[in-house]
């Protein structure tokens, strides 16, 4: 989800993935209630070993002694319960450990089954040293099994030449660059490939949260001055020159997490700039074109593949996905799949009368596509911020050092329920009072007669059980009320701050940073924060209590405990001045592990395919070693504290011990027993609390580092009237821009003064140069940009007065360029996330679009396929994913027409971009019917105006021009000839540089 947060926002899907993954949180803490129970009854079974130890020693040693007849012995009975005190200390340590070491098996256990499942087989042959013309050749090759995705391929791919693939959506492009590269196993066949160095490009690139230079070096160390000539050759023949000159720091510039500073044009063209930029001997490119405009696309083809062009110079072998038919003549061979084979193979010029079937699939050559990023900075798709500036403040703020904050404990406290605390701190009185007070009971019984031996047994035993009982109680209100409740209230709580933060904080916060919180920072707050709380605030009682008891037994050992306080004191804030900066950088360093993982998982298939899995290992443990330096230095310091408390400890209990040989003559030897025993748990008690009390301060530094997320993340602007009649409201959607100037920055507008009246039922195509404001007009629609100035109104209301849910939600439905999918939730969650549209209306949707036969089964299921995950159907091609989106759309817009009546606005982003001609074709007549046929208002950005024409109405549609942030013209349906069509596309080619002239 943090990877599509853009996207989550625009369908409105915030609430109910919020509900979802809330959801997941109960059900997670549900499911470990059993094994809270099961450490309650252990810590019970602990603890009654060191409380009913002692007692009943003493009630067998008091009845022994009673029925000799001779009188309990106080000596005696004082070194029983101290050796027993340390005995049952270390056995309660042992039983401590156990669970301990059973969870980290279970955790070893669980790596040997990842550790031991199959490694990826190298399904291809790689035939070195070979002198054949071919450099890549497959015999009789299938790919898929059920079901059977491409047979029956044979075919040869010359050195040095440009093959192209094509074909139908979904017919197995992709599939077979994967069993090429080595991802996926051929059913059948065999795949040789003549070299192992490879570069690959795929369609959605993957590129890592680094600046754009080392994007483009890739995993590559090779950085000479003669690798610095070859990359700006490169930059240049993949026209991102412009694009850096536009950049506040150029190729310097962060790309962000998932890519998200730079446009999908811009994607696209750095990772081609770094398959160039390896210089492989075969390069496979997926359909690496399909995010830019014609004119862009024509001057990348010519500067790769035409006569001085990059690709020629290093001698490379190309297959390249497209279906833009109008590059096939500059190919070598043409493969054009369909009907899950090869229908047809050969040069281009002798295709003949076939031309037309392969057109009919392809896309337009004639797209009016305006450049991608070739003159203007990205205005009108992403922000510019400065990640590594701000995640370096945060990281300074997690590092200052910090007093114990007393509004921190009451911000933690506010998420515990009142009766949860209440029971928490009443038994942990109990328990404090009730394990200190057998000293008192023991001097009591040590100085009586022999006739009362039946009622101090009677009540050390009722005190023992009820020191037993309350330290249970406090067990239960820590482990199953106080610890899952306060985790879930604070996890919905970061999940809220998360989902309702602007989209510049997912530019600016890398996105291991924000994984972190969720997994280090939640776990540390449901096991260790709870845990540590309890054990302070149980020493804070116990030393009270102990205070109390040994101020009865003299003066002097009062003076004692009081003179050794300020010592602990400055121990524990020197230790603390520390910890807790190391603390903070351990959990920054291990997001920078997470997100390095996360994104070599991402991008594994590039990784492998570029061979560069070595030098992303090493990547991972050159992170891995980073984090465990502040681990390790953070070891070593408590290390430290425990030496120098348990220092303090011994030269405390010789102190005790020569003060009471001096004064053995003046006190009895019960006065001296308790006063040795008590000043020794005292001691002791005093230096856990420094030590339990470092530790819950250096623990708290998650719940601060949430605090400060709270206090510094500003929501987006989420208040308004919340409209909730559709039908008083948005029945037209009628739009209306008044003087709207959008701007990221003061230095960077996006729109200016944009003046337009959009009638209901209308629809406009919106088009434009890359920075013209084509993106942000629906981004400001959306409110996910605030306007700097002037105004949007909907049917007369201004958006500004209404929800942010109800805008996103009801008001409109949006398709976006970049389908978002949950392969591990339901068909029916990722098409309806309200699950409670009719199944019928779901698959009425799916046929539309003609995805229904993917899903359904092969085999009869009592289930309803709606009610699988995706994840156990066939993969959907990049196509297909476009498709599914609009069947979303489809199902949402019926759905509000039968329960509202209301016809809500539809936005509909670049949603042809990696589509043929036929489906292209069909989404156009489904807006048409589906849409605009049944009055709703439709606001479009596309690039191929060219197939929109038959479906555009004459006196109902037109097209927006945009440029520079203003209105350019606008144009009616029929009212575009064919001169002014030409104006444009040479106004756009303008800007971009063609190497060969």
Request: charged share 20%; hydrophobic share 45%.
């Amino acid at each position: 989800m943090l990877s599509s947060m853009k996207t989550v926002k625009m369908l409105g899907f915030q609430s109910s993935l919020v509900k979802r993954i809330a959801d997941s949180r109960s059900a997670e803490l549900e499911a470990a209630s059993k094994l809270r129970w099961v450490m309650v009854y252990y810590n019970a079974s602990a603890n009654a070993l060191g409380i009913f130890s002692p007692a009943i020693t003493l009630v067998l040693y008091a009845t022994t002694t009673k029925l000799r007849g001779e009188k309990l012995d106080t000596a005696d009975t004082f070194s029983t319960t101290a050796i027993l005190s340390m005995v049952t200390h270390s056995a309660n340590m042992v039983m401590t450990i156990i669970p301990r070491a059973v969870t980290t098996l279970a955790g070893f256990h669980r790596i040997q089954e990842f550790l031991l499942r199959p490694v990826l087989k190298a399904y291809r042959e790689e035939i070195l040293g070979d002198a054949r013309s071919d450099t890549v050749r497959l015999d009789g090759v299938a790919i898929g099994r059920s079901p059977m995705v491409l047979r029956d391929l044979t075919f040869e791919v010359k050195a040095e030449s440009l093959t192209i693939i094509s074909g139908p959506t979904g017919c197995g492009k992709t599939s077979l660059l994967r069993a090429i590269i080595g991802e996926t196993q051929p059913a059948a066949g065999k795949i040789e490939i003549l070299t192992c160095s490879v570069g690959f490009c795929a369609q959605q690139p993957w590129l890592p949260n680094v600046t754009i230079r080392e994007a483009i070096h890739g995993l590559s160390e090779d950085v000479s001055s003669e690798s610095d000539k070859w990359f700006d050759r490169v930059v240049a023949a993949c026209c991102l020159t412009h694009d850096f000159e536009a950049l506040p720091d150029g190729d310097e510039t962060a790309i962000g997490s998932c890519g998200m500073n730079l446009s999908g044009g811009q994607r696209q063209r750095v990772a081609l700039a770094r398959a160039l930029f390896a210089r492989t001997d075969v390069l496979l490119l997926d359909d690496c074109f399909s995010g830019l405009d014609g004119e862009t696309e024509k001057a990348v083809f010519q500067n790769l593949f035409g006569p001085r062009g990059v690709v020629r110079e290093i001698k490379a072998t190309v297959l390249l996905v497209s279906d833009s038919y109008q590059h096939f003549d500059l190919a070598d061979h043409v493969v054009v799949l369909g009907k899950g084979t090869i229908v047809y193979q050969g040069r281009w010029s002798s295709i003949g009368k076939d031309a037309a079937a392969v057109a009919k699939f392809s896309a337009t050559p004639d797209r009016t596509k305006s450049p991608i990023n070739n003159q203007y900075p990205l205005a009108s798709t992403s922000t510019r911020f400065e990640p590594a500036i701000t995640a370096l403040v945060t990281l300074k703020q997690d590092l200052a050092p910090q007093p114990g904050d007393l509004a921190l404990y009451g911000y933690y406290l506010r998420l515990i329920n009142a009766a949860d605390l209440f029971y928490f701190v009443l038994s942990t009185v109990s328990y404090a009072f009730f394990i200190t007070i057998p000293q008192y009971w023991l001097q009591q019984w040590t100085g009586s007669d022999d006739t009362q031996t039946f009622f101090y047994v009677a009540g050390y035993i009722i005190i023992s059980t009820l020191s037993w009982s309350s330290t249970s109680v406090q067990m239960w209100s820590v482990l199953i009320r106080m610890a899952p409740r306060s985790g879930l209230r604070l996890h919905r709580r970061l999940l809220s701050i998360v989902t309702s933060a602007p989209l510049s904080y997912f530019s600016e916060t890398d996105r291991g940073s924000i994984m972190n919180r969720f997994s280090q920072d939640v776990q540390i707050i449901d096991k260790q924060v709870p845990a540590a709380l309890q054990t302070v605030v149980t020493q804070i009682f116990k030393l009270v209590m102990q205070t109390v008891l040994l101020s009865t037994t003299g003066t002097w050992l009062t003076f004692s405990l009081l003179a050794c306080m300020p010592v602990v004191y400055y121990i524990q804030r020197a230790y603390l001045q520390t910890s807790r900066q190391l603390r903070a950088l351990e959990l920054e360093t291990e997001a920078a592990v997470t997100s390095n993982f996360s994104e070599i998982v991402e991008g594994i298939e590039t990784i492998r395919a570029f061979d560069w899995t070595n030098a992303a290992r090493q990547a991972n443990i050159k992170a891995i070693d980073t984090a465990q330096r502040p681990e390790l230095a953070l070891l070593n310091l408590q290390r430290w504290l425990n030496l120098i408390l348990d220092l303090l400890s011994g030269s405390i209990a010789t102190g005790v011990v020569a003060k009471a040989v001096s004064l053995r003559d003046i006190v009895s030897g019960a006065q001296i027993g308790i006063a040795l025993n008590s000043m020794l748990v005292v001691s002791s008690t005093l230096l856990k609390l420094a030590e339990s009390w470092t530790t819950l301060e250096t623990w708290m530094g998650a719940v601060a580092r949430l605090k400060r997320l709270e206090e510094t993340v500003s929501a987006e602007e989420s208040e308004g009237r919340d409209v909730q009649d559709m039908k008083a409201w948005c029945v037209e959607g009628r739009i209306e821009f008044k003087d709207v100037t959008v701007a990221y920055s003061p230095d960077m507008v996006a729109l200016r003064d944009i003046n337009l009246d959009v009638a209901a039922g209308q629809k406009v195509i919106v088009c434009g140069r890359t920075g013209s404001g084509k993106s942000t007009l629906l981004l400001a629609l959306l409110r996910l940009l605030p306007l700097q100035s002037g105004k949007i109104l909907i049917d007369g209301v201004d958006i500004n007065t209404v929800s942010l849910d109800h805008l996103r939600q009801r008001t409109f439905i949006t398709v976006s360029q970049d389908p978002l999918i949950f392969d591990d939730e339901t068909l029916r969650f990722n098409l309806d996330p309200s699950e409670l549209v009719p199944d019928s209306t779901i698959i009425e949707a799916l046929s539309k679009t003609g995805l229904l036969s993917h899903f359904q089964l092969t085999k009869p299921s009592p289930t309803s396929f709606l009610q699988y995950p995706l994840s156990i159907f066939a993969a959907l091609s990049t196509g297909q994913r476009q498709l599914f989106a609009l069947t979303r759309a489809l199902v949402k817009a019926k759905t509000l027409r039968t329960q509202t009546g209301a016809r809500p606005i539809v936005l509909l982003d670049e949603i042809t971009s990696s589509l043929d001609t036929d489906t292209e074709e069909t989404i156009w007549r489904l807006v048409e019917e589906e849409f605009s046929m049944k009055g709703h208002t439709v606001i479009m950005i596309t690039h191929r105006v060219v197939g929109l024409r038959k479906w555009m109405v004459e006196g109902r549609d037109w097209v927006l021009v945009l440029g520079e942030g203003r209105v350019e013209r606008v144009e009616r349906a029929g009212g575009m000839g064919r001169s002014e069509r030409l104006g444009m596309r040479q106004e756009m080619r303008a800007s971009v540089r063609y190497l060969d002239g």
